[in-house]
């Protein structure tokens, strides 16, 4: 219930009063406060409020009293109760027409009205009505107390909230995921992805609904399509938000008739009980999240010495150590990146990257239970690494099957992020998961420097690749690599002419110069030029299977350790 200009018209002190212009807004027009105000306005008038005034200061100055009249009007009031008789006789036809113009109402009353009776009655009924609205939202208070003394579900407790407003609610967490899912359809939730990964939602701007009135202070308010979102933040020590309210409501609502006192009550009380729900369902997850993650962590580094002693502690977090399983190794190529595009949407890098990972890790966990597969999972120092169950046979083609679902799910979801994949091989036992892990993430390296960011490598698929970097950490071999390479990396850097990919396009097309020189977009005596330079500064000859390999293994041996180096500074 809500006090209305047409109300207050019903007043016996208010009998002779006459509405001068928007009598038909007369029963829509709240009015939350009422005072009486003289020139200038200034922001002496709030959003609602209904304002007495003599009109003195304007006189027989019609322009004056108009342009009072027009700050009243964008001072957002209810209505302007003008009295008659001393300093205003007629309100002007400028100021008639500029009211009408702007839907706004103006009422005459008599001079020998007293003011403080008109603000003491409507004061009267103004308190009458938020004490009634206050009893019945302290009821509400009590019943929300009782759920969670109950420990009572989300879903109850958002149904309870939605039943009290009239209106559908989302509840998330700090970085806006959604907190009890059955209540949405798929359709929602994957629409509510897409706002909270384009920082859309939550809105993390200072800027509150509306300033100046303190029932509001807290609400915050995004316009999305075809309907307008309210944001209500759940709060914990220090004012830092480990939640919030959303209330859906249709773009047709005014924000006058949704933020009734009852609603602007429910809605706090709401979030102070959900805020008690948060912390205590918070610190259950937190601590199970953390003990999962450092289970597997320590699994991948090897760290348990008997299957005994690790299986105690897979069961006490619901998993099961004696299926097969792969190792997977991810790195998120370029979040970096993609956070300076958003980053004003966003309190923190850190802050953002546990968004991204969250719905990264979802989608994950939605892919396995598409496959009936179990996973164990961790993000750890930029990489994720999972365990997948798969059959030892086919643990390949069920890894890639995998990986195929994820990408796809993700690409929907996160189009602009890039991973880069590691696949390990099975083996048995309880160290095979350390071994596995090592293998994902040398299976990583490699196909990061190999591939390029993006891609996916098996450890089945490096044997070449690791022969190389194990050639490149003799100290010998060494030696001969750079002896026989380093003029042509310092002439490449002097002079910009790349003789080693000369070379190796060369090699690529076994002595081919044709075909070479146009692979390189070169003419045919300008690639000559460069095979004799290459010739010169090696002391080798290109037409000496000796001296060719030899050219060709030191190439191959200085580019990946060269990249070995960079992928580990990554």
Same mark, same amino acid.
């Given at each position: 219930m809500r006090l209305t200009v047409k109300d207050v018209l019903?007043?016996?002190? %208010?009998?002779?009063?006459?509405?001068?212009?928007?009598?038909?807004?007369?029963?829509?027009?709240?009015?939350? !406060?009422?005072?009486?105000? *003289?020139?200038?306005? *200034?922001?002496?008038?709030?959003?609602?409020?209904?304002?007495?005034?003599?009109?003195?200061?304007?006189?027989?100055?019609?322009?004056?009293?108009?342009?009072?009249?027009?700050?009243?009007?964008?001072?957002d009031a209810s209505a302007l109760m003008v009295a008659l008789g001393r300093y205003i006789f007629d309100i002007p036809?400028?100021?008639?027409? %500029?009211?009408?113009?702007?839907?706004?109402?103006?009422?005459?009353?008599? !001079? *020998?009205?007293?003011?403080?009776?008109?603000? #003491?009655?409507?004061?009267?009924?103004?308190?009458?009505?938020e004490y009634k609205e206050r009893e019945k939202s302290e009821k509400v208070q009590q019943e929300l107390l009782k759920l969670i003394l109950k420990d009572t579900g989300l879903?109850?407790?958002?149904?309870?909230? #939605?039943?009290?407003?009239?209106?559908?609610?989302?509840?998330?967490?700090?970085? @806006?995921?959604?907190? #009890?899912?059955?209540?949405?359809?798929?359709?929602?939730?994957?629409? !509510?992805k897409k706002y909270v990964l384009q920082?859309? %939602? $939550?809105? =993390?701007?200072?800027?509150?609904?509306?300033?100046?009135? $303190?029932?509001?202070?807290?609400?915050?308010m995004v316009k999305i399509e075809n309907r307008i979102v309210f944001q209500i933040p759940v709060l914990q020590v220090a004012d830092n938000p480990q939640g919030y309210i959303f209330v859906m409501v249709p773009i047709s609502e005014s924000i006058e008739s949704f933020l009734t006192l009852f609603r602007v009550n429910v809605l706090e009380h709401a979030a102070t009980t959900i805020a008690l729900w948060l912390s205590r369902r918070n610190a259950i997850e937190e601590t199970k999240m953390r003990l999962r993650s450092d289970f597997v962590h320590e699994l991948s580094k090897g760290e348990f010495l008997s299957l005994e002693q690790a299986d105690s502690r897979a069961k006490l977090l619901g998993y099961n150590l004696k299926l097969p399983y792969v190792c997977i190794v991810g790195y998120a190529e370029n979040m970096k990146i993609l956070f300076q595009k958003r980053k004003q949407d966003y309190d923190s890098y850190e802050h953002w990257l546990e968004s991204m990972i969250h719905y990264? #890790?979802?989608?994950?966990?939605?892919?396995?239970?598409?496959?009936?597969?179990?996973?164990?999972?961790t993000y750890q120092g930029e990489q994720l690494v999972i365990f997948l169950e798969t059959p030892g046979v086919k643990e390949n083609e069920n890894a890639t099957n995998f990986l195929d679902l994820v990408e796809r799910r993700l690409g929907n979801l996160l189009p602009e992020v890039v991973?880069?994949?590691?696949?390990?091989?099975?083996?048995? @036992?309880?160290? @095979?998961?350390?071994?596995?892990? =090592?293998?994902?993430?040398?299976?990583?390296?490699?196909?990061? =420097?190999?591939?390029?960011?993006?891609?996916?490598?098996?450890y089945e698929q490096t044997r070449v690749d690791r022969v190389l970097l194990n050639l490149a950490d003799n100290k010998e071999m060494k030696e001969i690599i750079m002896s026989t390479i380093e003029p042509l990396v310092q002439y490449d850097e002097q002079r910009h002419m790349d003789l080693i990919g000369t070379f190796i396009a060369y090699n690529?097309?076994?002595?081919?110069?044709?075909?070479?020189?146009?692979? %390189?977009?070169?003419?045919?005596?300008?690639?000559?030029?460069?095979?004799?330079?290459?010739?010169?500064?090696?002391?080798?000859?290109?037409?000496?299977?000796?001296?060719?390999f030899l050219l060709d293994l030191s190439i191959k041996i200085w580019k990946i350790g060269e990249n070995a180096v960079m992928a580990g500074q990554d």
């Open positions: 019903k007043y016996k002190i %208010l009998n002779r009063a006459k509405i001068v212009t928007g009598k038909e807004y007369a029963e829509k027009r709240h009015i939350q !406060w009422i005072s009486a105000i *003289e020139m200038p306005v *200034e922001n002496f008038v709030r959003k609602s409020e209904a304002v007495l005034t003599t009109g003195i200061g304007c006189g027989e100055d019609a322009e004056t009293f108009k342009r009072f009249v027009e700050d009243v009007i964008h001072s036809t400028e100021v008639i027409e %500029l009211a009408e113009k702007n839907h706004f109402i103006i009422i005459e009353i008599p !001079w *020998e009205i007293r003011f403080s009776s008109i603000i #003491e009655s409507v004061m009267k009924e103004i308190n009458d009505i879903k109850t407790i958002s149904k309870f909230v #939605e039943k009290h407003i009239g209106y559908p609610i989302a509840i998330t967490d700090r970085s @806006g995921t959604l907190q #009890e899912k059955s209540i949405h359809t798929q359709a929602f939730i994957k629409e !509510w920082g859309i %939602l $939550p809105k =993390r701007t200072e800027n509150t609904l509306l300033k100046g009135d $303190p029932m509001f202070q807290k609400f915050q990264i #890790e979802e989608e994950i966990y939605y892919a396995a239970q598409s496959l009936k597969k179990d996973i164990m999972m991973l880069s994949w590691g696949i390990g091989n099975a083996f048995e @036992g309880i160290l @095979g998961f350390g071994e596995s892990f =090592r293998h994902a993430g040398i299976a990583l390296s490699i196909g990061r =420097r190999k591939k390029g960011s993006g891609q996916r490598m098996m690529q097309f076994h002595g081919n110069v044709s075909q070479t020189a146009r692979s %390189l977009n070169l003419h045919r005596q300008s690639l000559l030029y460069r095979l004799r330079k290459i010739e010169s500064l090696t002391g080798l000859s290109l037409i000496d299977p000796d001296d060719l």
